[in-house]
């Protein structure tokens, strides 16, 4: 379903005819097929991450806070794209609507133009409403989704003030593997349809998908209630294709080649959005001296987008925006500490209905930057690091710096850190002079300043094992409690030289705000095969803000699951699992949504044959918004499925 965040019920249907020569018999069959079992949190903080820091670390090691959403949760979720996935995963975060019904980002007191997402460490083009495109993140051979929280400036420069969020793909371990999966849903009788190829041969391992999702128009309101901003979800086409082959040559040379693309089509009352992207790139990685390691990488990415209006071109709004990016990255490591330097170069090309006469504008940004990553004692680790960037269309250039520590005091593992960030003006905020349907003029700013954050987190996490009638039991407890100052802040403001009848804002710099969080999280997995687990985020914002109608955020928000995992027969096991999620209302002036929660049913069938089966209920407690407004929940009561085979 394009634009909303919130998917209602679903039968999925998953087809895995696994590779006869790697399963043999026994019960091996059913592990192989099973991708949904219990995440124990043991099994999670010994997951490598790369997103954090520069040096893959477990995630145990890590001094940098980070959440890791694994290949089995991603599978629980059945999810299409982080969107999805994310708002079911993670308080303090809400995806809404903006104009157009674009999906807009409220993350930790943050927008979607302050977080970055990437996938594979690359950065995708193009945005809307100062948000990526969320549907062409698609989930389809993610192996885990690593979530870094606080300013990671200084590791992968602008955009990362509120956070990273980087999807990992997962690499083919069998000599083949063959995936089908279908989903029915409901609500707007979508249909999502993919294939997942794995190859695992020699030398070589080979990774493609190719999924489809077409969905149609709901009406949430009629046209008559004025209150609403929303009356509809705008269905649509969406296809993703993806391949990914990695060559492993002799003395440790990794050669790895990708390729993408993109089509979404948004049906309207009387138009259509049309959007596509392609990317592509190559990256080599091989020894460098007895304990270093080199790595190069290219990276090409486009995205457009166009309107048609009767099945034709309209022209009016044409937008494309092109990056070639390249790489360069160094690390050697001895007894305690490990070092990383590197650079970066981008060529980013735009063009924009929103320049004046069509304006193409072009822009190249460098970057250079070192970390140490060091442990001084064997219960202590200290990451450091410092970049600079440089932004040609501007001429300016952005010093960062970040500090963070990891002591192990057992049972009690403490992190905190300092990390700055900030976030370049972008050539729309810079050039743009667009006429918005005759509501406003914006005006861009040539001028601009970068914006710039102080960011601080502390955070206590105790896990081990529990006593009493379940010695086997895991569990796990987080507290961590973060504090940024966001300063220089890019936002409008009136035009002082206004040349139109019409209203007029300009781009500029304000002092920025004050945001404030707590987050909770515990877990607990039992040896019967239930487990828990529950999420919880407090969020102040104070300072000198703008109220938006597009990002509100919620000071409280959670989200939990109850859920229950068993093989009944080596050849047969179940999966049922209880989820919500709850939002309390904004704190804004402006008409918006009050608290809610919704909460939703899954339960699973996997066979010896490969064959599994889905079914979801959604919003089983019937909630339905009396109003709906960009940040309300686009539902309209409970839904559910119809089982095809």
């Known amino acids: 379903m394009e634009g909303g965040a919130i998917r209602r019920t679903a039968l999925t249907v998953c087809l895995i005819p696994v590779c006869q020569a790697a399963h043999a018999g026994g019960d091996v069959d059913m592990a192989a097929a099973d991708s949904v079992g219990n995440v124990t949190r043991s099994e999670a903080l010994n997951e490598v991450v790369v997103t954090a820091t520069r040096i893959p670390k477990t995630l145990k090691n890590v001094p940098v806070l980070t959440r890791v959403i694994t290949a089995k949760e991603i599978a629980r979720a059945d999810a299409t794209d982080i969107r999805e996935l994310l708002t079911h995963e993670m308080p303090g975060l809400e995806f809404g609507y903006a104009m157009s019904q674009e999906t807009t980002l409220s993350m930790n007191g943050f927008g979607g133009n302050a977080v970055l997402f990437l996938v594979d460490g690359e950065r995708p083009s193009g945005e809307t409403m100062d948000n990526p495109d969320y549907s062409r993140l698609n989930l389809s051979g993610v192996g885990r989704v690593e979530i870094v929280k606080g300013a990671a400036s200084a590791v992968y420069g602008a955009n990362a003030v509120g956070g990273v969020v980087n999807l990992i793909s997962k690499e083919p371990t069998e000599p083949w593997r063959l995936d089908l999966d279908s989903r029915y849903d409901a609500f707007g009788a979508g249909w999502r349809n993919g294939i997942k190829l794995g190859l695992n041969r020699w030398r070589v391992t080979s990774s493609t998908s190719v999924q489809l999702r077409t969905a149609g128009t709901v009406r949430l309101t009629d046209a008559f209630d004025t209150e609403s901003k929303i009356h509809a979800v705008y ?82 709004h044409d937008y494309s925006n092109r990056q070639n990016t390249v790489h360069l990255l160094y690390s050697v490591t001895a007894a305690r500490a490990a070092i990383t330097v590197g650079a970066d170069g981008t060529h980013d090309y735009l063009k924009s209905y929103q320049f004046a006469d069509g304006k193409r504008h072009r822009q190249l940004t460098a970057d250079a930057f070192a970390e140490l990553d060091w442990s001084p004692l064997p219960r202590l680790n200290v990451v450091a690091g410092v970049r600079n ?41 810079m050039h743009m002079c667009f006429d ?47 504090y940024s100052y966001y300063d220089s802040r890019i936002t409008t403001t009136d035009y002082p030289e206004k040349t139109t009848d019409i209203p007029a804002v300009v781009y500029t710099n304000e002092r920025g705000i004050r945001v404030a969080g707590i987050d909770l999280n515990a877990r607990y997995t039992a040896a019967c095969g239930a487990s828990a687990a529950i999420s919880y985020n407090y969020l102040r914002v104070a300072g000198n803000t703008v109220e938006s109608q597009f990002t509100q955020p919620r000071p409280h928000s959670a989200t939990w699951r109850l859920d229950y995992d068993r093989r009944i027969t080596p050849a047969y096991s179940v999966y049922a699992a209880l989820t919500g999620r709850y939002l309390s209302r904004p ?25 599994s089966l889905n079914v979801t209920v959604d919003n089983i407690f019937n909630y339905r918004p009396k109003v709906y407004y960009w940040n309300s929940a686009p539902v309209t009561g409970v839904s559910w499925s119809r089982a095809y085979r």
């Open 235 to 316: 269905g649509g086409r969406t296809l993703n294709a993806r391949e990914r082959l990695t060559f492993r040559a002799a003395r440790g040379i990794r050669l790895t080649a990708k390729g993408g693309y993109f089509e979404r089509t948004s049906e309207r009352d009387n138009y259509a959005d049309l959007y596509n992207g392609y990317d592509g790139g190559i990256r080599a990685a091989f020894p460098a001296g007895d304990a270093g390691r080199l790595e190069l990488a290219y990276n090409f990415d486009r995205y457009d987008k166009s309107r048609s209006v009767a099945g034709k071109r309209t022209h009016d």
């Open 389 to 429: 960037d440089y932004f040609s269309a501007s001429r300016l250039n952005a010093l960062t710096a970040r500090c963070a520590a990891l002591l192990k005091l057992s049972p009690v593992s403490v992190r905190a850190s300092y990390a700055g960030g900030f976030r370049a003006p972008t050539l729309k905020e």
């Open 436 to 482: 918005m349907a005759g509501i406003q003029m914006i005006y861009g700013n040539p001028d601009l300043k970068p914006e710039r954050s102080h960011n601080f987190i502390l955070s206590l996490e105790r896990g081990g094992r529990t006593g009493g009638i379940m010695p086997s039991g895991a569990y796990s407890v987080n507290l961590s409690c973060s």
């Open 587 to 611: 704190d804004s002036q402006l008409p918006t949504d009050g608290a809610y929660s919704i909460w939703r049913f899954t339960a699973r069938q996997r066979f010896r044959s490969g064959i």
